[in-house]
T-cell receptor
């Protein structure tokens, strides 16, 4: 799996859009980009994934650059319950997921 | 429809004892994955099992750790002769089919092992 780089922490005001960047400059053509989050003391929660097209679901949007070297997870209207560690993962054919240290997103009231 | 169930939630063991962690996958899921999370770290993949088979144990420590997923009953992660460095949160995830075809795993709430 390709290495991903994320900022260690970010703040966002409640009600605003939270934009979480991820760099995966060595990603290969068959590797998907996945986002999970982990709210304190809980198991990780799947958010969204994509290959090269932008994706949207009920939780978030995923924007992947045309060269696929980076992506951004967007939480359109952040709430206090979105405070969590967000993990960006580039995964190909491996059975398991490789989690880095992620971004600790803090939503400020 | 219950999610992935892990028990116990918290487990305290003295050095040298054995720890047994249990994971019941979601109904209809026959694939189980174990992960370990050390304090202030991300999750690390340990092992992937199907019913009665270990598919990928590339992340398992070579000694003292073993895992099984019997035909009946939960998956078990067993740690023999625990040491302080085994203190961590252990998470289990499940999926309905092969990991390589799955885009979203369901994780349990984890077992927090403390070795004293």
């Amino acid at each position: 799996d390709a290495k991903t780089t994320q900022p260690p922490s970010m703040d966002c005001a409640e009600g605003r859009a939270a934009n979480l960047p991820c760099n995966h400059s060595t990603i290969s053509g068959n590797e998907y980009v996945y986002w999970y989050r982990q709210i304190h003391s809980q198991g990780p929660q799947y958010i969204i994934h994509g290959l090269k097209n932008n994706e949207t679901n009920e939780m978030a949007s995923l924007i992947i650059t045309e060269d696929r070297k980076s992506s951004t997870l967007i939480l359109p209207h952040a709430t206090l319950r979105d405070t969590a560690v967000y993990y960006c993962i580039a995964r190909g054919g491996a059975d398991g997921l490789t989690f880095g240290k992620g971004t600790h997103l803090i939503i400020q009231p | 429809n219950a999610g992935v169930m892990q028990n116990p939630r918290h487990l305290v063991r003295r050095r040298g004892q054995e720890a047994r962690l249990r994971c019941s996958p979601m109904k209809g899921h026959s694939h189980v994955y174990w992960y370990r999370q050390l304090p202030e770290e991300g999750l690390k993949f340990m092992v992937y099992l199907q019913k009665e088979n270990i598919i990928d144990e590339s992340g398992m420590p070579k000694e003292r750790f073993s895992a099984e997923f019997p035909k009946e009953g939960p998956s078990i992660l067993r740690i023999q002769q625990v040491v302080r460095g085994d203190s961590a949160a252990y998470f289990c995830a499940s999926s309905p089919n092969s990991g390589r075809q799955v885009h979203g795993y369901t994780f349990g709430s984890g077992t927090r092992l403390t070795v004293v």
